[in-house]
């Protein structure tokens, strides 16, 4: 007969692990900026130790911080519906809500991207800006059936992300409540920028 | 005979010597960042000491940066003729070019804006803001004839602005030529958001 093993806790995946603490972090750096946050208070959320966290993100804060960033900007791209199979006036209007939502409530991660924008770290900064030019590439796709499309195209597309994200700030800022006249809004000024940008 | 008093330079004014020196700090703070001006370097430009600087700016170099960062607001802000007894048929172009040119070169006033829009410190951010909304109440009062328009039609101008200077930014960085079709994609933009957000 063999002896029966000691029972023990499962241990958590590497990979699992690293997504906790990313989200943790997402929500901490959203919360209270990059200077307001303790890796001791991410570790305790997620029931880990101090060093746990230098064993999956040995550049410490910097690199939770910037992996937190990578998350919430993959997360605000993938949120794009750009399924050839779905009509453009159905994902649309979802698409443009959905991004809206994000905005006006705020979410965690589109305040995570926001902030990112106007970082001074560098990679930091230029991960926000390259999901937006994703979520160019995404609307170009939907409109125009190239997510590659003239450059004066694409630079007119990530000026319309500019233009959603301004106006929905100040639409919010300003305690405005109709977010149906604003997606009426942002819905005319895209079909107004891909006519001019593209020559249509 | 009264006897001849010694002849000595004219001492410059002190509002002269104070706009000098924000003059100068405004070019240096745009070339070369926060971080990377001295103040003796702006004292031996204007050929004053760096204790006279102290002298107009007692608060140092943040102080001296934000006097060059409203000096460069102002101007940008100036720049816009909402003349009523100009046609909006000749403003509207002109206004519009005179802005893409100080993106597409750019100049240093709009690179000390474009910075402060982007900074850490709270009043510095602010005034970079003030200056875009009082853009974008310029050009209410153009196309609506008032400066203080509803909430949601200044949210939409205010988003506006940050997208004439994203597209013209990814217009400059993408290397496109074509300043006559970027003019005629701001004014079409402008035209559909004056629209749709005035519900005209």
Redesign the interface.
């Known amino acids: 007969m063999t002896q029966a093993r000691p029972q023990r806790a499962p241990r958590t995946a590497p990979q699992v692990r690293r997504e906790q603490l990313t989200r943790a972090a997402l929500t901490a750096f959203a919360e209270h900026g990059y200077a307001g946050v303790e890796l001791q208070a991410i570790a305790d959320e997620v029931g880990v130790t101090r060093n746990l966290i230098h064993h999956y993100f040995p550049g410490g804060k910097s690199e939770l911080h910037l992996a937190a960033v990578r998350l919430a900007c993959a997360e605000l791209v993938d949120m794009l519906d750009v399924d050839p199979g779905v009509a453009l006036a159905r994902k649309m209007p979802a698409n443009v809500d959905a991004y809206l939502r994000e905005i006006l409530q705020p979410s965690a991660r589109y305040m995570l991207y926001a902030r990112a924008?106007?970082?001074?770290e560098e990679d930091v900064r230029a991960t926000a800006i390259e999901a937006r030019s994703l979520i160019a590439a995404g609307t170009a796709r939907n409109h125009l059936g190239t997510a590659r499309p003239p450059?004066?195209v694409?630079?007119?597309l990530?000026?319309?992300?500019?233009?959603?994200?301004?106006?929905?700030e100040?639409?919010r800022d300003?305690?405005?409540r109709?977010q149906a006249?604003?997606r009426?809004?942002i819905m005319?000024?895209l079909?107004?920028?891909v006519?001019?940008?593209s020559g249509a």
């Open positions: 924008l106007r970082s001074a450059a004066a694409r630079a007119a990530v000026g319309f992300i500019a233009f959603t994200e301004t106006t929905a100040q639409w300003l305690g405005v109709d006249r604003l009426a809004l005319d000024v079909v107004a920028t006519a001019s940008a």
